[in-house]
């Protein structure tokens, strides 16, 4: 199945507040564009792209900018399993009635 170009609207929404907050911290911090740029590896172009919520510049691209924020930390608890209400009550609901002890 091939990829949609253009992703469902709540991803692009999520994406348009995620950059919007990057751009509020980088300035909240002092931080010019081409500093945070620089500091990310990246051009001014694309942390301008960043900024916006585009959908088309890569998961690396928005992790180089939260760590030269000092927000990368965040990033890595999006899917720990000890957040996901979602996951932590499929598998309780999974657990067995009864447990046995095994015959030897």
């Given amino acids: 199945m ?3 170009t253009t992703p469902p609207s709540a991803v692009r929404r999520t994406l ?4 919007q907050d990057m751009a509020d911290a980088r300035k909240r911090r002092g931080l010019t564009m081409k ?5 990310a590896f990246t051009t001014r ?3 301008a792209r960043v900024e916006d919520g585009d959908h088309g510049v890569s998961i690396g691209i928005y992790a180089s900018v939260l760590n030269a924020l000092g927000l ?8 720990d399993p000890a957040n996901d209400a979602v996951g932590l ?11 046995r002890a095994k015959r030897s």
């Fill in 16 to 19: 348009r507040k995620l950059g």
């Fill in 89 to 99: 009550s499929l598998s309780s609901a999974d657990l067995p009635k009864r447990v």
């Fill in 35 to 39: 500093t945070v740029a620089d500091r």
């Fill in 72 to 79: 990368l930390d965040g990033l890595g608890d999006l899917a």
């Fill in 45 to 47: 172009k694309t942390l």
């Fill in 2 to 4: 091939p990829t949609p």
